[in-house]
T-cell receptor, first 110, second 112 residues
Framework: DTTVKQNPRYKLARVGKPVNLICSQT?????MYWYQKKPNQAPKLLLF???????READTFEKFQSSRPNNSFCSLYIGSAGLEYSAMYLC?????????FGPGTRLTVL | QQKVQQSPESLSVPEGGMASLNCTSS?????YFWWYRQHSGEGPKALM?????GDKKEGRFTAHLNKASLHVSLHIRDSQPSDSALYFC????????????FGSGTQLTVMP
């Protein structure tokens, strides 16, 4: 089973409110990633966990938080959503080179 | 920072035709290229990877890499309507991790 699941699939949030997105995988992969995808743009890596070690990209360091309570689950947390956070958020996992993606969560901030 | 450029942005081919997609990396220290495909409502799924000069064929899909020009192409022969999707090129980041840097994609439409 190479399934990566994401919840919810769609999320509406108000400006200034927190947002929490969930990802799970059952492949026992040691690395999990979060990407942000906007229309006509490349998926942008926000952060990734290698085992229990969190690595955040420099330009998104203060905007996104994440936790990985166990190997299977990983969350993406936005403390105060702004309009610019409206996007598709893709979670992926990998054991070696290939990354396996979930279907994404479409976040709309109003 | 490394950039990955894809062309064209969109492409339409008739059913049974050949689709050709292009990708160029700006980093000479790249590790290897990936092609991912994303159907509507789904996440991207890996098609194939290539890191040696020349061609790599998997079924109807052929990737061609020219390391000197940092250019890779993907050719889909006998295109089917089910091939209609967003195709991403990705390059493994030169930092030594499994991180990928993606291009913005080519939207392929195969017309029945």
């Amino acid at each position: 089973d190479t399934t990566v699941k994401q919840n919810p699939r769609y999320k509406l949030a108000r400006v200034g409110k927190p947002v929490n997105l969930i990802c799970s995988q059952t492949m026992n992969h040691d690395t999990m990633y979060w990407y942000q995808k906007k229309p006509n743009q490349a998926p942008k890596l926000l952060l990734f966990y290698y085992d229990k070690i969190l690595n955040r990209e420099a330009d998104t360091f203060e905007k996104f938080q994440s936790s990985r309570p166990n190997n299977s689950f990983c969350s993406l947390y936005i403390g105060s959503a702004g309009l610019e956070y409206s996007a598709m958020y893709l979670c992926a996992s990998s054991g070696t080179a290939e990354q396996y993606f979930g279907p994404g969560t479409r976040l709309t901030v109003l | 920072q490394q950039k990955v450029q894809q062309s064209p942005e969109s492409l339409s081919v008739p059913e049974g035709g050949m689709a050709s997609l292009n990708c160029t990396s700006s980093d000479r220290n790249f590790q290897y290229f990936w092609w991912y495909r994303q159907h509507s409502g789904e996440g991207p799924k890996a098609l194939m990877s290539i890191f040696s000069d020349g061609d790599k064929k998997e079924g109807r899909f052929t990737a061609h890499l020219n390391k000197a020009s940092l250019h890779v192409s993907l050719h889909i022969r006998d295109s089917q309507p089910s091939d209609s999707a967003l195709y991403f090129c990705a390059v493994r980041a030169s930092s030594g991790s499994w991180q990928l840097i993606f291009g913005s994609g080519t939207q392929l439409t195969v017309m029945p």
